[in-house]
């Protein structure tokens, strides 16, 4: 997702829910360690299962509320809203709802979730469990 010498930072504790029925809706939660000057400009959300993109939305500057680091960044978009709050110890909790989404019919066992904030990119692999009902669950 980043450039050519950008790095790729873990996601911590990354699930990730989804309710298949009607307009669907998707929940992914997870931790950053977002570096210290790193703009947090812009952000966008890719996740990939082996049937292809399940959710893949950019987003332009960050509702934001503070300084340099702020407490809280907030992007939002049509159909989504990704939002970052601040951790002690310089980590932020993100939390990325998306309506709308359509799994069709094929529920695979892994997706690939990337989160890009800025210039920073970061990536995990969530294993999903069998459906029950109409809803996924995932976990890294």
């Given at each position: 997702m980043g450039g050519e010498d950008a790095t790729c930072e873990p996601i911590f504790v990354s699930r990730l829910k989804v309710r298949m029925r009607g307009h669907g809706r998707l929940l992914w939660k997870g931790a950053i360690d977002l570096p210290d000057g790193v703009p947090p400009s812009a952000a966008r959300v890719l996740l990939v299962n082996a049937a292809g993109v399940v959710v893949d939305t950019a987003m332009g500057n960050a509702i934001r509320r503070g300084g340099p680091r702020p407490r809280q960044l907030r992007y939002r978009s049509d159909r989504a809203l990704i939002t970052l709050r601040a951790s002690p110890g310089g980590s932020y909790r993100v939390r990325v709802a998306v309506r709308g989404?359509?799994?069709?019919?094929?529920?695979?066992?892994?997706?690939?979730?990337?989160?890009?904030?800025?210039?920073?990119?970061?990536?995990?692999?969530?294993?999903?469990?069998?459906?029950?009902?109409?809803?996924?669950?995932?976990?890294?």
């Open positions: 989404v359509d799994l069709g019919g094929s529920v695979v066992p892994l997706i690939s979730a990337n989160l890009q904030v800025g210039g920073a990119s970061f990536a995990d692999s969530l294993s999903c469990s069998h459906p029950r009902g109409r809803r996924l669950r995932c976990a890294s």
